[in-house]
């Protein structure tokens, strides 16, 4: 079972990066599937999560409005667009995938699958 997160790299504030979580070794429609950040010297926090069926979501309230999250089933793949970013969206953005709940969580302990991270960087 493997996510691997890509789409990383410097922009400067207001611009727009594509991140994307990669799934192989599991039935990828059955998981609920999210994004984590995490800042230097900060604990990893909750970005935003999408439901199995696709048809729920949830974002932290820093990104509403600039990122949207995605998934495709068919590619088993999950996409961040980000929008309008910030310095302070400077992190490693980890995606993480879950079975275990019965509606999509930001609890970062019920996520029992994680990619590797990519770093997103927002100069000002």
């Known amino acids: 079972v493997q996510l691997q997160a890509s789409g990383g790299g410097l922009v400067q504030a207001g611009g727009s990066l594509r991140l994307s979580c990669a799934a192989s070794?599991?039935?990828?429609?059955?998981?609920?599937m999210a994004w984590f950040r995490q800042a230097p010297g900060k604990e990893r926090e909750f970005v935003t999560a999408?439901?199995?069926?696709?048809?729920?979501?949830l974002y932290a309230d820093s990104v509403k409005g600039r990122f949207t999250i995605s998934r495709d089933d068919a590619k088993n793949t999950m996409t961040l667009q980000m929008n309008s970013l910030k310095p302070e969206d400077t992190a490693v953005y980890y995606c993480?995938?879950?079975?275990?709940?019965?509606?999509?969580?930001?609890?970062?302990?019920?996520?029992?699958?994680w990619g590797q991270g990519t770093q997103v960087t927002v100069s000002s």
């Open positions: 993480a995938a879950t079975r275990t709940t019965v509606e999509i969580t930001t609890r970062i302990s019920l996520y029992d699958l």
């Open positions: 070794g599991l039935i990828f429609s059955r998981y609920d």
């Open positions: 999408i439901s199995w069926t696709g048809d729920s979501t």
